[in-house]
């Protein structure tokens, strides 16, 4: 199993709507980071997270990481179809040098 | 400003043949420098990641060796592509722990 879960799979939502991507880890999280991805692309960091309890937005996109810090949620109001791509979360679980990575959500707008 | 650069964008390679996929870094200094592989519907799978010249951590045993001939350029080499080489791979940098992480656009390999 992974050590970072990520869910869902895939999201389609109306635009409009919101959403809720969720990271899990089984582990403490020593910093939990959310990036967006379009097909093919790099990654584009959207938000790190560090502290139990933290919130952070910027736009429409809220993450948050809990208080036993082991979850992290990035939740978008109003979806609009430049938020469709692929969100990854990535976290320091103590390592000195790598994050780990869940295996992404896929977000698709329908107009 | 900091940049990465990551070169070819896509690439299609014969069974059997070499492979070089280089980064560049611009900007700063010392960096972290990670190579890492997507597959489709899954995570990124760290390869190899550098924390200075010469010095190379595989995470993975695997066809792919790695270098850091400069401070800022990461080489991601193969001397025969297997056919499970195929896939998406990323250079990333940065600088310390829990800073932000910068990633290259990508290559695209297909091993034919």
């Known amino acids: 199993s992974q050590e970072l879960e990520q869910s869902p799979q895939s999201l389609i939502v109306q635009e409009g709507k919101n959403l809720t991507i969720n990271c899990t880890s089984s582990?403490?999280?020593?910093?939990l980071y959310w990036y967006k991805q379009k097909y093919g692309e790099g990654l584009i960091f959207l938000m790190m997270?560090?502290?139990g309890g933290e919130e952070k937005s910027h736009e429409k996109i809220t993450a948050k990481l809990d208080e036993k810090k082991q979850q992290s949620s990035l939740h978008i109001t109003a979806s609009q179809p430049s938020h469709a791509g692929t969100y990854l979360c990535?976290?320091?679980?103590?390592?000195?040098?790598?994050?780990?990575w869940g295996a992404g959500t896929k977000l698709i707008i329908k107009p | 400003s900091q940049t990465i650069h990551q070169w070819p964008a896509t690439l299609v390679q014969p069974v059997g043949s070499p492979l070089s996929l280089e980064c560049t870094v611009e900007?700063?200094?010392?960096?972290?420098l990670y190579w890492y592989r997507q597959a489709a519907g899954r995570g990124l799978q760290l390869l190899f990641y550098?924390?200075?010249?010469?010095?190379i951590s595989s995470e993975v045993p695997q066809n792919l060796s790695a270098s850091r001939p400069q401070d800022r350029q990461f080489i991601l080499s193969s001397k025969k592509l297997l056919l499970s080489d195929s896939g998406f791979y990323l250079c990333?940098?940065?600088?310390?722990?829990?800073?932000?992480?910068?990633f290259g656009q990508g290559t695209r390999l297909t091993v034919v």
């Open positions: 990535g976290a320091d679980m103590g390592s000195n040098y790598q994050l780990i």
């Open positions: 997270l560090q502290k």
């Open positions: 990333a940098w940065m600088l310390l722990m829990n800073t932000e992480a910068f």
């Open positions: 550098s924390v200075g010249i010469g010095q």
């Open positions: 900007g700063t200094s010392n960096p972290n």
């Open positions: 582990k403490t999280l020593y910093g």
